[in-house]
């Protein structure tokens, strides 16, 4: 009879716990981007992908994963949450190396800068909701509570969100609910990353190559840990520099921070002294001083791609069977991003040609053209004219001249780009991304 | 520690777990170990305030038995004795006993009135001095007011008490008796139980009873559906209507007494039920504080449904002994001569109930909106005493069956009527507030489509959010409604098919998990009662 009632309310208790467990997922977090980035690596093949990126915002916003597919057909995925801590990165490398032990895995150095070892609620959720119950989990909120001190009501919501969300209950997010999602292969954006041009910004970053900080002792035995399971574990690590503007101090402490990983073995990619390289625009490649724009991200993608494609031997896999997911999550992700960028700019023929400075204007006599005119851009063989009516843009037409007339229209908006001609190929100079409308 | 929290449910469940693990003879001592550990991570030192005042009553107690054990061996050495010597022996250890007592009372409860109302009495003093033009003032200290020292305090009072009247034998172990004072479950909120009672149950260990664990678990559901689905989504409309009462007028500030009052309910019993869950598991037995207090048909009715501990104690400690004394013996045969047999006969009694109602009032806190409180519900019953004759000829000349649900209902309605002016006084911040909130209650009746046009949605719940509210009311109404007629859920639900008790089961934890007011955000940690 005790027995009888004990497997009873074991039975119960485990009923009750499924029960809980199966809708929680409806109230959880309910952020589709870090679901797309955290959560649905689970669904990548195991031990397929070439990279994994891992960091912040400072990921995120440089790195997407389908652009680099559209680029080199390779497979980096982008690990990444907003305003991620030190203290996360070591768990988030456990977790991913689950399923991608061998990849190699990127980390963000600029996420190191911060020197946050504690992480939010609200931080920490973005990581634990996505990821499956295990040691790691367990741990990772141990170890969360620790730096950070959670309370025990805080420990019990990470290790069941609903305690947190069950708020949400009157306006249930409708992504949760509606049923499997194929994700984006963690390249999503938001409107901002599209759109959003930085408005005040000074002319160039500032690089402090000999800045220095002192580390405090608790970020610096975070990093040492994290370098200790990496060794531990054989893990391949390139640490990179994110092109990001820091104070003098900050890049002081990136400088400490790259010396220290060097010194331990570890490859440091600094992309803030290859800014150049990466023929970054600081007038239309950033939509605020720590994070890059559509425009910003296609061309880090590039350079990053073409570095890590020649350093460590990463194939094209367009078109391979096993990868056709790709392919098509490729092929709908340009087709979203074509509205905000101009057709060259995934080609990767970019250089150093200034941005023409360009009037529109058209006559008030109906029928004639819209002209557009500019000074000359030293160093260009022409100009490339192109028009956006709708959502898209498209080339209106090219010249060598300093002015184009289009056919009369009404509410175009139009930008010039100067291009070089080099071994017979066309490459642009920077642009007005937002453009000119005809009023 | 809230008693709606994790960290208790945590904590109940590794008292639980000890105590029916270790042996029966000491599992009292778990309990005290616990609930000495619940005190320490509530009030931290102040614990030694409660100690102290257990260590009082535990010797005055045993002065009382002593004194008490002497007599009745003097009687048993001496029986030849004769009648008026007994008598006389017996008048001297009364007064003697009545000395220790009084002592005794006066050290346990001066502590509980210094920490509670020194800071009250002397701003009060202080400010009608100021208006008299003196210099003269009472300096404020800081005093922390410990966890539960209104509900310890009486039962201290009543220990003793019942010592003197010889209803109980002392505690001769300090460590028990200091269990009886600090029981875990019931310290923050009450049940105020009786040494007679509660004593034995918490010295003798029980056995593991899986039906008591299923039972006691359910009645802590309940509790917490109470307290977290229904009194902390009350609580948000009360607040905003409280707090911006000034623009509002007639009916809405009536439904936000109303309001208020389903709120008390709703977060007292719960945390009641939540306490009695817990005990139940232990195998204790704590007295329930609530009996269907909104199916009350008259004031003196509500009040012995509504914190039925309280009101007894108030019955057997101030007004029986005050009543019966010879004092108000005397002050009824005076007031017979001069009013007439009528309100003579009545006039100590009312007296009595003044002093209790008076009592009440301020047990409930440190205010004078707290005493206007007390006089209003006190006021009622005198009235409703004095007009009895009156009603029952009216009743007579109308052809009214008292019997009838009509007439019932009507009961009902004017009671929810009275209490929910009443509750007036006890949530408005001040005395001031108060009255002014009471009189505005009676401007403005042309806004009696606030309920359907929007002004509900403005103070902070949302449509969802009150038809939660309103379905869990009716619930809670139709619940207190089968108990009024003698019918217990939990009984009807254990006799149940299995899997039809599962389904309730786990759709009530998850009604408290999605629908409940907790977790980071919230500040579910405090019971309104936990305040006294």
Known sequence: MKIKRLICSLCFVILLLISVFSIQGYFTNGEKLHHDRIGMLQSETPDALDAIYIGGSDVHFFWKPLIGWNQYGIAVWNYSIDSCSISAVKYMLIEARKTQPDALYLISLSTFKRLQTKTSTVIAHRYLDEIPYSMNKLRAIQGFAEKSGYSLTNKAEMLLPIIRFHTRWDTLSSWAVAGPYSGTKASGYDKAFVSKIMNDFPERFQVYDNASAVLPDDARLTVEDFLDYCDQNHVNVLFIKSPQAAKEENQGRMNELEKLVTDRGYPCLDLLEKYNELTLDLQTDYLDIMHLNVHGSIKFCRYLGNYLKEHYGFTDKRGTAGWESWDRAEEEYMKGLAPYILPFETEGKRTDLAEPVFVVHQSSDPGDCTTITWDPIDGADGYAVYRRDGEKWEPAGETDQQSYADEARKSSTYTVVPFRIMNGEKYYGHFDVKGISLN | ?532
């Not at chain 2, 008048?91 to 009372?105: C, D, F, Q, T």
């Not at chain 2, 966890?147 to 009543?158: A, C, D, E, M, V």
């Not at chain 2, 309605?413 to 209650?441: E, N």
Request: hydrophobic residues 50%; charged residues 15%.
């Open chain 2, 1 to 532: 520690m809230s008693l709606a929290s994790f960290t208790f449910l945590a904590f109940v469940s590794a008292v639980v777990l000890i105590y029916f693990i270790v042996p029966k003879k000491v599992r009292w001592i778990v309990l005290l170990v616990g609930s000495l550990a619940f005190y320490w991570m509530n009030s931290r030192w102040l614990v030694f305030v409660l100690i102290a005042t257990g260590l009082v009553t535990y010797l005055f107690g045993l002065w009382l038995q002593r004194e008490n054990d002497r007599h009745q061996q003097h009687l048993q050495e001496y029986p030849e004795i004769s009648r008026e010597e007994k008598k006389e022996l017996k008048a001297k250890l009364k007064k003697k006993n009545r000395r220790i007592l009084g002592l005794g009372i006066l050290l346990v409860l001066g502590s509980l009135l210094f920490l509670k109302y020194y800071n009250f009495f002397g701003d009060s003093l202080n400010r009608l001095m100021n208006r008299v033009g003196s210099s003269v003032r009472v300096p404020l200290l800081k005093l922390l007011l410990p966890l539960g020292i209104s509900f310890y305090t009486l039962q201290s009072i009543s220990y003793l008490t019942d010592i003197y009247r010889g209803k109980v034998k002392a505690d001769r172990n300090p460590a028990k008796f200091l269990l009886f004072m600090s029981f875990f479950p019931q310290i923050i909120q009450g049940p105020i139980p009786r040494h007679n009672q509660l004593a034995d149950q918490l010295y003798e260990g029980h056995s593991f009873d899986f039906q008591r664990l299923c039972s006691g678990a359910q009645l802590m559901l309940w509790g917490f559906i109470k307290k977290l689905v229904i009194a902390e989504r009350l609580a948000i409309p009360v607040g905003y209507l409280y707090g911006h009462f000034t623009g509002y007028t007639g009916p809405v500030l009536l439904f936000a007494a109303i309001l208020y009052g389903f709120q008390l309910y709703a977060d007292f019993s719960g945390g009641i039920d939540i306490a009695r869950g817990v005990a139940e598991i232990l195998g204790i037995r704590l007295e329930s504080n609530f009996a269907q207090p909104y199916y009350a048909t008259s004031i003196e009715d509500f009040w012995r449904r509504w914190h039925i501990t309280m009101g007894s104690w108030m019955k057997d400690y101030v007004f029986y002994p005050l009543s019966l004394s010879k004092a108000f013996s005397n002050l009824s045969k005076k007031s017979r001569k001069l009013f007439g047999q009528f309100f003579g006969k009545r006039l100590p009694a009312f007296l009595a109930m003044f002093i209790v109602y008076f009592c009440v009032g301020f047990w409930h806190g440190a205010n004078w909106k707290y005493l206007a409180y007390g006089i209003w519900n006190g006021s009622f019953i005198m009235i409703s005493i004095l007009l009895e004759n009156v009603y029952a000829k009216a009743r007579k000349l109308l052809r009214m069956d008292e019997q009838t649900v009509t007439w019932r209902v009507f009961r009902m309605i004017r009671t929810l009527l009275i209490v929910s002016f009443g509750r007036f006084f006890v949530r408005s911040l001040g005395l001031k507030d108060a009255v002014k909130m009471f009189l505005r209650t009676f401007q403005n009746w042309n806004n009696i489509t606030f309920l359907t046009n929007g002004t509900l949605l403005k103070t902070g719940l949302s449509t969802a959010n009150w038809f939660v509210l309103v379905f869990s009311v009716i619930i809670l109404l139709y619940v207190d409604c089968k108990h009024e007629h003698g019918v217990s859920f939990r009984k009807i639900l254990a006799r149940q098919h299995l899997v039809f008790r599962w389904i309730i089961l786990i759709g009530a934890v998850m009604i408290v998990l999605i629908l409940g007011y907790y977790g980071p955000g919230y500040d579910a940690a405090s019971f309104v009662y936990q305040q006294f």
